[in-house]
């Protein structure tokens, strides 16, 4: 059974570090790419940015370029989403999913809660 | 950065309606749309793939079409189990996701 499993809700204050996890299972990590994707309360889907895990090759949408950084670790089949720096209006939850292509997104992880607030 | 602009924005239906959604881009995107459905507390669900694919597992009541473009998401026959935002996304520039349709109890 393909499955993408996200780490657990954060809580964190501005200006704050934070790294949160995606872990596939079920397929071949290294077959499929892993895009990241931020709902912001009561919004919309927004695409932040994709990586594939063969050989780490990412890339961001304009948005979100040089606000955050997408890793993985093929030894473990884990993505990652990373802030050097946490603001308030990073508040959202964020989802992470596998694309065969960097295209549509088959199968998605069940979202981790990220909460900024002092 | 390619625009998608879904409407309506949201709609009132009837269990049994057509249900017809609209998602026009801001430049001609081929063939690279799909659509999802989400509803609330959970992750999206991948529905369409390529304009007018259908993904497995879903049912044959949803279908889309277009080109160029404008394209459509149609349910012919809405079920309870459909009321739900739906979103279409773009992947011909950098990926995009329009702004989502939210279906309602009328």
């Known amino acids: 059974e393909v499955q993408l499993v996200q780490s657990g809700a954060e809580v964190k204050k501005p200006g704050e570090s934070l790294k949160i996890s995606c872990k596939g299972s079920?397929?071949?990590?290294?077959?499929?790419?892993i895009a990241w994707v931020r709902q912001m309360p009561g919004k919309g889907l927004e695409w932040m940015g994709i990586?594939?895990?063969?050989?780490?090759?990412?890339r961001y949408s304009p948005s979100f370029q040089g606000q955050v950084t997408i890793s993985a670790d093929k030894s473990i089949s884990t993505a990652y989403l990373q802030w050097n720096s946490l603001k308030a209006s990073d508040t959202a939850m964020y989802f992470c999913?596998?694309?065969?292509?960097?295209?549509?997104?088959?199968?998605w992880g069940q979202g981790t809660l990220v909460t900024v607030s002092s | 950065d390619i625009q998608l602009i879904q409407s309506p924005s949201s709609v009132s239906a009837s269990v049994g309606d057509r249900v017809t959604i609209t998602c026009r881009a801001s430049?001609?995107?081929?063939?690279?749309l799909a659509w999802y459905q989400q509803k609330p507390g959970k992750a999206p669900k991948l529905l369409i793939f390529a304009v007018s694919s259908l993904q497995s597992g879903v049912p044959s009541r949803f279908s889309g079409s277009g080109s160029g473009t404008d394209f459509t998401l149609t349910i012919s026959s809405l079920q309870p189990e459909d009321f739900a935002t739906y979103y279409c996304q773009q992947a011909n520039n950098f990926p995009s996701f329009g702004g989502g349709t939210k279906i309602e109890i009328k």
């Open positions: 079920g397929f071949s990590f290294t077959g499929y790419w």
């Open positions: 990586i594939d895990p063969r050989d780490s090759d990412s």
């Open positions: 999913a596998r694309s065969y292509d960097s295209s549509a997104l088959d199968y």
């Open positions: 430049q001609v995107i081929s063939s690279w």
